[in-house]
């Protein structure tokens, strides 16, 4: 790891456990709690859960679990299993090898499972019983597998994956290497669709089924075995994300057909005996528009009509659970929670308005329903509570909790969690946040505040178990006597359409004065003391926060994760330009102005806020020119003290383990030195 230091200023001491063990005598509104604050250790220790996959039957749930391997320096994750009947006691541990065991999808016939394993040190596909035993590999492919999916009647399955490399590349590569040249592809950087026959639940040598030219990312059997519809773009460059098209295709030799191709692209996600093949997507080539549910209906000659939404009433992003001839189930955000509908069908269009299938309690996502759609299984959570596996019969919604993942978390005092709203000074917009109390709050005290902002700008806080939002140890800050404020400013997910879209044209604008009234309702509210503020965020929290201390300087610290400061200059480093057609409107080129008027660069000689700066040496999405650049200027300047810090070969988001932990301890210590220290701490 490479850190720049600002000449002359006083660092903390390069031993990372000090934020572990810090204790305070700081009056900072604590009071006595059972268990102990949440340290930068639990957070790394907590094992997270994902990849619900419910049987056929109804009968066993498998799921992913990853624990973060320090030693090593990676994530681990197994696939474990759990009867529908049972509970925490009755888990199961399938695989148990180094590395990454993922994906479970269950045959058909419900007797064993698959996943994704790269054991062998190519990804490939194994199988095992739900009741254990040793697995078996099912695919032998001489590239790595990705997606994968059994065809209905259990004797076929599909996977997508890379072809090889050709002899032509590699004896070229022989010679002049393998530059990178921007907006062309390498051969084996394609994705095909394979299919395979299934003989004693081992995989012949797959087929290729999808053409040259397409470029596969998605795909599901048709309801007789012997079709796929599979989504596809003109190539693997992600510019060309926007313009994907749905084929069909009826074997290896036959044509694929292009059945859709909406604007903004689509992708096939069901494959319904009496619904019809169903796509995702928003219909819009740019913009902040929904992701909807279309079901692709066929003429007579076998022709494909228009597509016809299904969940047109739905004001979210649709998420398909389980569909048949009757019904819909979709999960979608719905402000600061999640929850699973039904939208019922008759004649292939919704019959009704959706109908919440769940309470609202909790925090609901990862939904997956038995084949006769009787049974569910989803994970749930709240502020205090981490996500488990439950299970509930479609009929009644009395959800029974089958896994304990985390139960050292009940030794750990938490802060409170609650949703807050407040008027934007910007309009009157109602602006919600999820705040974190400090660990053993009482109404009437004043505290130290972080802001923690979220990235998108779509994205979404929800009042969930917000042990950490990235970077940013949301219960360490609250075990270290800090309200932590999480605003969903305009253009968050989760309040609809109209909202999304209000910050189009207008970033670093109103949105900015969304979050900027949320800290002024705290303080007015007697919760923040306005002489301990400090603001932090990722990618476009990190964005927001470059843009927050460039028009104030009520924040005692800031820390911006991977954000952008020149949108001129990102314009042309990031990887997604199309980012800027939908949020700005015209290209650099077409309105200088609005591209400098809205970069914090052009105001970065306001900045008299300490500043930490963190980013992956390799992001790609807001590259770490963008950080350096900041960084430099606000050094120059010399109004503010500021310490950068590249984390080697990391991505947009941090993934080594280690370096995670780096990452949450110099926020730690970044928050103690500038807000709860009157003095910064000497080595």
Known sequence: MRAVILPGSRV???????????????????????????????????????????????????????????????????????????????????????????????????????????????????????????????????????SFRFAPNGRRLGFVASPPATEADRELEEVRGRPIVRDSVYTDQWSHLYVAELENDVAAEGTRWSPDGLHVVSFVWAPDSRAVAFGARSSPVLRTTYYGATYVQEGAEAEARSVTSMPGGENPVAWDDESGLIVSGTGQLLGTFNRQ?????????????????????????????????ARLIVSAARRTGAAVYRISLADGAAAGPPSDLTDGRHYYSGASVSA???????????????????????????????????????????????????????????????????????????????????????????????????????????????????????????????????????ISGRDWVDIDSGVDAMVERGIADPDRLAVSGWSFGGHHTYWGITQTDRFKAASAGAGANDLISMYSQTDIPEFYHTYLGPKPWEDWDLYEERSAYRHVENVTTPLLIQVGERDERVPAEQSIQ??????????????????????????????????????????????????????
């Open 12 to 146: 903390l001491a390069a031993s990372f456990v000090l934020s572990l063990s810090l204790s305070f005598s700081l009056s900072t509104g604590l009071h006595a709690q059972e268990g102990r604050p949440m340290t930068v250790e639990d957070v790394l220790a907590l094992k997270s859960l994902s990849q619900v996959s419910l049987s056929p039957d109804g009968q066993w749930v498998a799921y992913v679990v990853t624990e973060r391997d320090m030693v090593e320096d990676r994530p681990e994750t197994d696939v474990w299993v759990v009867p529908a009947a049972g509970g925490p006691a009755d888990v199961r541990q399938l695989t148990f090898r180094a590395g990454s065991d993922d994906s479970p999808v269950w045959h058909p016939s419900g007797e064993w499972l698959a996943f994704a394993s790269d054991r062998e040190g190519v990804r490939q596909i194994h199988g095992i019983r739900p009741d254990g035993g040793e697995a078996w590999r099912v695919t032998s492919h001489e590239t790595s597998v990705g």
């Open 293 to 325: 549910l279309w079901r692709v209906p066929f003429g007579a000659d076998g022709g494909a009509l228009d597509p016809v939404s299904l969940t047109a009433d739905l004001d979210a992003n649709a998420n398909l659970v389980h569909i048949d001839g």
């Open 372 to 506: 006769d759609g009787s049974t569910m299984a989803f994970t749930a959570e709240d502020g205090g509570a981490p996500p488990d596996i439950f299970v509930t019969s479609m009929a009644d919604f009395r959800p029974e909790r089958l896994t304990d993942l985390n139960p050292q978390v009940a030794d750990l005092a938490l802060g409170d969690q609650r949703v807050e709203s407040w008027p934007s000074r910007a309009g009157g917009e109602e602006i919600e946040g999820v705040l974190t109390l400090p660990v053993g709050y009482e109404e009437g005290d004043r505290v130290p505040m972080v802001l923690v902002i979220h990235g998108g700008p779509s994205g979404i806080s929800s009042d969930r178990f917000n042990a950490t939002r990235g970077a940013y140890p949301v219960q360490v800050y609250a075990g270290m006597g800090f309200a932590v404020l999480q605003p969903n400013y305009r253009g968050s997910s989760g309040y609809g359409e109209r909202f999304r879209g209000l910050n189009r044209g207008d």
């Open 630 to 683: 900041f960084f430099e200027a606000v050094r120059a300047i010399g109004k503010a003290p500021t310490i950068l810090v590249l984390y080697p070969d990391q991505p947009h988001g941090v993934r080594s383990p280690r370096l995670q932990r780096d990452l949450m301890s110099r926020n730690v210590e970044w928050l103690t030195r500038w807000v709860l220290e009157s003095e910064a701490l000497v080595p």
